[in-house]
Each structure stands twice: as structure tokens, then as C-alpha cells.
């Protein structure tokens, strides 16, 4: 009886041991910590995409010019640990597979193989993301001779949300920081509603 117990007892510190390590960002299953904002965005004529962040977060909108979505940007409150940039692209085009995986998998390869040649990994290595609304993928690199002022580690991804594509880069002094396991949290968890 005492043995079976010291069994149970281990296999719950094991478990226990094991859940932790799941939530540690950077442990490719990423969870989300502390109150969240619920948030959405339209893109007329299309649909409205809903996504969650942090509460510590601030958000502030980029646009560039008419022909090139809008960005939204969240940083943290008050310093700049982090930046966290999320695009929504869209294809007009009917019956397009512009969110299909393969598609997005082809597409955040392309992006990561581009910056290769400043990262101190030699190879891309890419992760998948499951969504509620689709699949994607992502990468995390090191700059191998950041700026001051610049940040060290880039974590860039994309996911097929119905038929728009979010994509979002995260910089950060920190590696594995909590912005990028909190905007893989975003990305799995976003989700198109028509308008």
C-alpha cells in the first residue's frame, strides 16, 4: 500500500511537474496568465476578427497608406520590454486558398529564411499553431548584432483565421519572453465573425 502510494504521489509530482513546465512560454504550448481584454477589429466589407490580450497591454493602431492593412501594436504599459505588431491580410480574390496551411506554412517560411542571415540559428525551425478558427505556424530568432536600443528576439507567425490571415511579430529584449507566449495565446485563440 505505502508503495503504490509513493507511485500515485510521484506520478501527481510528475504531472504537476509537467503542467508547470507546459505554461512556461517558450515550452511550444504557451498559456495565458492574468485579466484579458477582449477586442475586435472589422475589416469592412469582410468580417470582424475577435482576439484577446492582455490587460497590462496597450494598443494603438499604424496605418501606412490605402493600400496596406492597418497594423495594430501593443506594448506594454509603461516601459518597452516588448512590441508586438499584428497585421490582418485578406485576398479578394474568389475562391482563394490564401489561408490554407500549406499557404501560411509556405509564407512564414519565406519570412524566417529572410532573416536568417542576421540570426544566430544556422536553421529555421517552425512550430504549428492550432486555432479555434484554423492552423498556422511560427518561428522565434535571435539577432546575432542588435543595435542599442534594438531588441535581441523575434518571434513571427501566422494563422488562418476563416478567410483572413493574422500575422504577428513580436520583438523582445528577453528570450521566451511572456508577450510572445501571450501572442501565440492571441493567435490560437482568434476567431472571425461575419458581419
Known sequence: MKHIHRLSLRAWLAGSLLAVFMMLPGS???QSSGPKIVKSYEIPGHATIEYSIPASWREEMRKTG???PPSLVFRPRKGRAFSVQMTLLWNDKEGSDFTKAANIKSFVHKSGTAFLPNAVE???TLNELSGVDGRGYYYTLTDKAPRPGEYRYMTHGGIGVGNILLVV???SSE???AAAGEALVLLRGAAQRED
Open 66 to 68: 490605402n493600400a496596406v
Open 28 to 30: 511550444g504550448a504557451a
Open 169 to 171: 511579430t513580436v520583438l
Open 175 to 177: 528570450k521566451d519572453s
Open 122 to 124: 544556422t536553421e529555421l
